[in-house]
């Protein structure tokens, strides 16, 4: 069997080399391929024109492209970096990139900063960070009272506001990401590291070996 090549296929719009996006993720160069073959099938699951709209993206996460989550709404946001409604091949893997295994904490850090500063505002104020813990427990299935989620949010910020001005800046998530790693739990999706095996019919060998990477 040939090997994969980017001149064999109709490219989807937004296409990168998957040797450049290697370079500038965690990701190889195999399993960037075999992220391509999943960004198309999700790209052309309800509009068809090899872009990730939202609809597609919620379809996704929860089977239902109707259902409304500010989780989900957050984290596409957050991965159209154009910020122009959809999702192209590149913003997929570099986003994407954040939840590997082997991507620092540094960056998951930052990430999971940026989904809880809604507004962009540049810190986490209450509203937020109520707004989101309320979000994740509905996409959990998860209900507990109101009184209880006031509870989790006044004692997230005694620990993390420091300065005490009411809000979350950068340095203090920081801060209080470090004495709390437990919060980047769900930063990492370990099948990234095995992503090639989904589509062992697609990643039959790359143009560029992974070792051409290596400096």
Known sequence: MG???????????????????ASETS???????ALYELFKKLSFSIIKDGLIHKEEFQLA?????????L???????LFDVKRNG???FGEFVRSLSVFHPKTPESE???FAFRLYDLRRTGSIEKVELKEMVLALLSESDLHLSEEIVEVIVDNTFKQADSNGDGKIDEEEWNDFVKRNPAILKNMTLPYLMDI??????????????????MI
């Open 3 to 21: 090997c994969f090549s980017s001149k064999q296929i109709k490219l989807t719009p937004g296409y990168e080399d998957p040797v450049l996006l």
């Open 27 to 33: 990701f190889t160069v195999s399993e960037v391929e």
């Open 61 to 69: 996460l929860f089977r239902n492209s109707n259902k409304k989550n």
């Open 71 to 77: 989780f989900a709404d957050r984290i596409f946001d």
């Open 86 to 88: 959809v999702i192209e």
């Open 108 to 110: 998951k850090t930052a």
């Open 196 to 213: 090639t095996m989904a589509f062992p019919s697609f990643v039959v060998c790359s143009e560029t070996s992974d070792t051409d990477l």
